[in-house]
């Protein structure tokens, strides 16, 4: 008889942390219902933290597995497709005039958040989907998603009314979905690289972030989402640079 298979600790230990990202939206979602706005962000927060946790840990732990994979996919689904969306709804359109709009807006991001994580899915198994490149990523990640959606919401804490620009604000809701599922180049942290020079000015560059995100939490994330904004033309030029140079 053969005796069952056992798992080393390790091999847990990414989806450990993929749960507590699970429970993580969840108590953002809770948060948002009973209207503690400031809270179900820092949770939204915290998820996507876990997020990059997790992949790193199977990575460094060298315990990737299809099961962490699907897992990992439904969580991002969950925390940053449908509680930015709820969140969103809750805090800026529910009782208002446009209540309707803002929900179809919430509705499409999150539509657009699942489709985008299907295809990323696909690009594991098909060789012809890619959604990342050797520096960059194709299409808006789904963290990143949740950070452009939450825009409206930042600039409602830091003391804009909520019933300023309804319309336009459910076209950028919109509008940062349709980037999520676009085909075009984004920044990658990932394959991001400095000279060992400039490596003190990096960390002294991290603990001004991470002090300003402790101290001004709402300028500070709208101030990264305009950047980010800002930054989405760089890779296509580029990339549109290195396709018209010549080879040797």
Not at 26 to 45: D, H, P, Q, V
Not at 225 to 235: H, I, K, M, V, W
Request: net charge neutral; charged share 15%; proline share 6%.
């Amino acid at each position: 008889m053969n005796e069952p298979q056992r798992l080393k600790l390790r091999h847990i230990v990414p989806s450990l942390v993929t749960v507590f990202a699970i429970c993580a939206g969840l108590t953002s979602l809770r948060m948002s219902i009973e209207g503690n706005i400031e809270f179900a962000l820092y949770f939204i927060l915290l998820a996507v933290f876990l997020d990059a946790a997790d992949g790193k840990l199977a990575r460094f732990l060298d315990t990737a597995s299809p099961f962490g994979a699907e897992l990992d996919t439904l969580a991002d689904f969950f925390n940053f497709g449908i509680v930015p969306g709820v969140l969103i709804y809750n805090t800026l359109y529910i009782g208002t005039d446009h209540a309707n709009l803002g929900w179809l807006a919430t509705m499409v991001l999150a539509v657009c958040c699942g489709l985008r994580l299907a295809r990323f899915n696909l690009s594991t198994k098909a060789a012809d989907v890619a959604l990342k490149k050797d520096d960059h990523f194709v299409g808006v990640p789904a963290p990143a998603l949740a950070c452009l959606a939450l825009m409206p919401v930042f600039m409602y804490l830091h003391g804009w009314d909520k019933t300023d620009f309804p319309l336009l604000r459910a076209a950028y809701i919109i509008g940062v979905g349709m980037l999520a599922v676009s085909t075009i180049p984004t920044f990658s942290i990932k394959h991001a690289s400095i000279k060992r020079a400039h490596l003190p000015f990096a960390v002294i560059g991290a603990v001004v972030l991470v002090v300003c995100l402790m101290v001004y939490p709402w300028p500070t994330l709208i101030l990264a989402n305009s950047l980010y904004l800002l930054s989405l033309p760089l890779p296509y030029l580029v990339q549109l640079r290195q396709n018209n140079t010549p080879s040797d």
